[in-house]
T-cell receptor
Framework: SQQGEEDPQALSIQEGENATMNCSYK?????LQWYRQNSGRGLVHLILIRSNEREKHSGRLRVTLDTSKKSSSLLITASRAADTASYFC???????????FGDGTTLTVKP | DAGVTQSPTHLIKTRGQHVTLRCSPISGHKSVSWYQQVLGQGPQFIFQ???????GRGNFPDRFSARQFPNYSSELNVNALLLGDSALYLC??????????????FGPGTRLTVT
């Protein structure tokens, strides 16, 4: 498996509920990015949070980063059926010139 | 503005053949990265190129190679294809400011099937 894990692997909720997914990593990072992927196609960038930031918001999305615990969380509030997708976090290590993805959380929002 | 474009969309090859995948970054983006995504898993980093230089390489065999052209477009080449190379190949472009990569913008991917 790859560095960093998302959990849960799968999440099923009703429309209107909040969804929280978590991401952990093992080595130091420069920033962490969250992406959404629909039906195995290209990834859509959601939020970037830098290692010196603790929280960022974008619309219904809230991302937190705890570098002491090497973990991040993505909260989607007031979920909609259109939020159904796979969500990935990517850990960015500048000196290695690479981004490392976990295996994602599959979110299903039932109407 | 056009996003990241990749060609072809789908490709079917047989074992032992060679394949070339192409990627055009967003205008103004000088960094291109390649990822392999096997069904049910997250993308795995293959290469990153910036200003035509390789900046990073993932844990892939030498059968995988890439290059970046003066217009910042890129090609990913895979030789001696194996069944296990069947995957979605994703290209991403980004701006680099100093040494910090910003958001990566992904193309729609090329679905490679090896039979």
């Amino acid at each position: 498996s790859q560095q960093g894990e998302e959990d849960p692997q799968a999440l099923s909720i009703q429309e209107g509920e909040n969804a929280t997914m978590n991401c952990s990593y093992k080595t130091s990072i420069n920033n962490l990015q969250w992406y959404r992927q629909n039906s195995g196609r290209g990834l859509v960038h959601l939020i970037l949070i830098r290692s010196n930031e603790r929280e960022k918001h974008s619309g219904r999305l809230r991302v937190t980063l705890d570098t002491s615990k090497k973990s991040s969380s993505l909260l989607i509030t007031a979920s909609r059926a259109a939020d159904t997708a796979s969500y990935f976090c990517a850990k960015v290590q500048v000196d290695a010139g690479k981004s490392t993805f976990g295996d994602g959380t599959t979110l299903t929002v039932k109407p | 503005d056009a996003g990241v474009t990749q060609s072809p969309t789908h490709l079917i090859k047989t074992r032992g053949q060679h394949v070339t995948l192409r990627c055009s970054p967003i205008s103004g983006h000088k960094s291109v990265s390649w990822y392999q995504q096997v069904l049910g898993q997250g993308p795995q980093f293959i290469f990153q190129y910036y200003e035509k230089e390789e900046r990073g390489r993932g844990n892939f065999p030498d059968r995988f190679s890439a290059r970046q052209f003066p217009n910042y477009s890129s090609e990913l080449n895979v030789n001696a294809l194996l069944l296990g190379d069947s995957a979605l190949y994703l290209c991403a472009s980004s701006l680099l400011v100093g040494d910090l990569p910003y958001e990566q913008y992904f193309g729609p991917g090329t679905r490679l099937t090896v039979t």
